[in-house]
Every structure is written in C-alpha cells, then in structure tokens.
C-alpha cells in the first residue's frame, strides 16, 4: 500500500498504466465492438471475428509480429469512420461497457497515488476516442495512445501516425518526464503484456499486473513485483465509495482511430482456421449480451 505524501520539493513523479487487462477486464476497444456495428461502422461478419478476437486476446494476447499485422490491419478496417460518430457512440455506451470492468485493485492503486501526490498515466496501444473518455472516467491526468490522420472530412485516413506499441510507449513516457519533471526512478508502471517491458524498465518501480508468461518470467528473473487483479467492479458500487480527489483535464499525449486494437485482433481471428473460429464464436457467442 503507499501511504506517504510525496515532499513535493523534490522532482515530480508519476504511475503509469496499461489499460486492457491492467486497468480494464477485457480489450477496451473490442469492447465497443457490439455498438460500433449498431452504429453501422462493423459488419455482423466482423462482429463475430471480434468476439473470437476477444477470447484469444483474454487467453494470452498476440507477440510482436502479431502486433505488427495488426498495425497493418488496423488501416484498411477503420478507413472511413467519422471520428465524430466514433466518440458518440463510445460517449454514449462508456459507463455500461467500462465502468462495470474496472478491477478494484487498479482503482485504489490510481487512488492511492493520486494521495500520494503522483500524476496517473494511461499509456495504451487502443484509441484516444476510447482512451481518453476511459481515462478521464478514471480521473488519470494525461493519456498516451496511438494516433490516426484524420482527413478534412473529418474520417479516418487509414494511415497510423504514431503507433503506441512496444519501445514507442518507452520514449513517451522518457519525454514526458523531460517535459513535465518527472523523476523516472521514482515512478511507477503497470502492464500486463511483455510487450511493455521496455515501458515498466524505464521506472524505478514496475509491476507486472495478471503477467502473460513471457512477462512473467521477465518479472521473476527481474525480481519486479507480480499482482494480481482479479475484481472486477463498478465504480460506485467500490467499499468504500470511489472518489477520485478534483484533477487537473485530462490531457492526450497522443490520440488514435478507435479502432486500434480492434482491427488488430480482428485481422489475428482472420488468420485462425475457420472451424477453430466457429468453435470459438460458440464458447463466446453470448459474451456481447452481456456487456
């Protein structure tokens, strides 16, 4: 538990956190698979890819060169989409579909900071359009996303800009703490994947939160602490209350289409072999009822 105020004499700090699977229960943006497609954006086709996206991405996520084609994916998929229907229609369903798959344990530990005088961080690989709505539901001071070109009229170009992923999580987090002071050796970072080690490696203080394996065994052989989440909970519904002391705006450090992670794990479901996802879409076909 942290229980000291910070001396805010000394160099500022702050907590750094994943969000899918660290923060959140589930792929933020798969998660709004079921209102993009009522939204007309997704196909009933790609709704079904999603779901099977979603129980491979709960059951291990991808490694690196997944992550790649999926980057890759990601362009022809949300070409197209009105960025302004996109944040409608995550500002709409945010509180039915996230408030009930923040895990307890993430919730203090963003509380729990806060009190001890730290900015919080959301560095996620999913979209500004879904991050920064989640981050400020949160009350996280800045956010770190991906970024898509948005045309002139106001649709997604299908080009990535800045792509939140991997070393490129590292080097915002390294030009954060050049900018606003923070004292990396003093900080703290989340993740789940192994993807983000670079990330947790840039503080002085990183946690491996529900760890895949790779992780896991860089947190053993790293001696950096193992947590698990495993509560997830409403907000409101927290004992005691969840209250976020008042914060400064949020700020984006780096926004992107929503579609990020979305288009990824959909182009992962393309890859399976079509009885395997006939298969998966059964153990997961009524997962969307219930988010």
């Known amino acids: 538990m942290l229980r000291l105020v910070e001396n805010h004499s000394l160099p500022r700090t702050a907590a750094f956190f994943d969000l899918d699977k660290t923060v959140i229960a589930k792929s933020s943006t798969l998660t709004f698979s079921k209102s993009f497609y009522q939204g007309g954006l997704i196909n009933r086709r790609a709704v079904l890819r999603t779901a099977y996206a979603q129980f491979v991405f709960l059951a291990g ?9 999926m980057r890759e994916y990601l362009s022809s998929l949300c070409k197209g989409w009105n960025v302004q229907q996109v944040k409608e229609i995550v500002a709409e369903t945010l509180h039915d579909l996230i408030d009930p798959i923040i895990y307890d344990e993430a919730a203090s530990l963003i509380e729990e900071h806060h009190t001890a005088g730290r900015d919080v961080v959301i560095v996620s690989t999913s979209g500004a359009e879904v991050v920064e709505p989640i981050g400020e539901l949160l009350g996280a001071d800045r956010v770190v996303a991906t970024r898509m070109v948005v045309g002139e009229d106001g649709c997604f170009t299908g080009e990535v800009e800045y792509y939140a992923y991997g ?13 606003e002071g923070y004292d990396l050796e003093r900080c703290y970072a989340y993740s789940d994947s192994a993807t983000d080690v670079p990330m947790l490696a840039s503080v002085g203080h990183p946690h491996a939160v529900n760890p895949d394996r790779a992780l896991r065994r860089e947190a053993t052989a790293r001696d950096w602490p193992i947590l698990v989440f495993n509560r ?28 990020a992670a979305t288009a990824g794990l959909v182009w992962y479901a393309s890859r399976r072999r079509s009885a395997a996802a006939q298969a998966a879409a059964a153990v997961t076909g009524g997962h969307f009822a219930r988010i």
Not at 168 to 179: F, M
Not at 237 to 259: H, I, Y
């Open 167 to 179: 070393p490129t999580k590292a080097e915002a987090i390294k030009e954060l703490a050049a900018s």
């Open 61 to 69: 996520g991808a490694d690196h060169d997944q992550m790649e084609r």
């Open 232 to 259: 997830p909970v409403r907000l409101k519904q927290r004992l005691p209350a969840f209250s976020m002391p008042p914060r400064p705006a949020l700020v984006a450090v780096a926004a992107v289409g929503a579609a």
